[in-house]
């Protein structure tokens, strides 16, 4: 969610909302990312902690 996104903002990254989300939006539209999300076979949620993700990428991991 866009709001965790700009939680886990680093230094090199924008730190105002507006800056941030505008080169967010930006970077969608440059790379096709929109295509790239219908495209895929498997996405997993990132919006919890890293060890749910991990959690998350071991089961579909041994699904495929």
């Not at 989300?21 to 096709?32: P, Q, S």
């Not at 076979?41 to 749910?52: H, K, M, W, Y």
């Amino acid at each position: 969610d866009r709001e965790k996104r700009f939680e886990r903002r680093t230094e090199l990254d924008a730190q105002e909302k507006k800056g941030f989300f505008a080169r967010d939006a930006h970077d969608t539209k440059k790379f096709e990312l929109g295509k790239v999300i219908t495209a895929a076979d498997f996405t997993i949620e990132n919006n919890s902690t890293i060890n749910v993700l991990h959690k998350a990428i071991d089961e579909l991991m041994q699904k495929i």
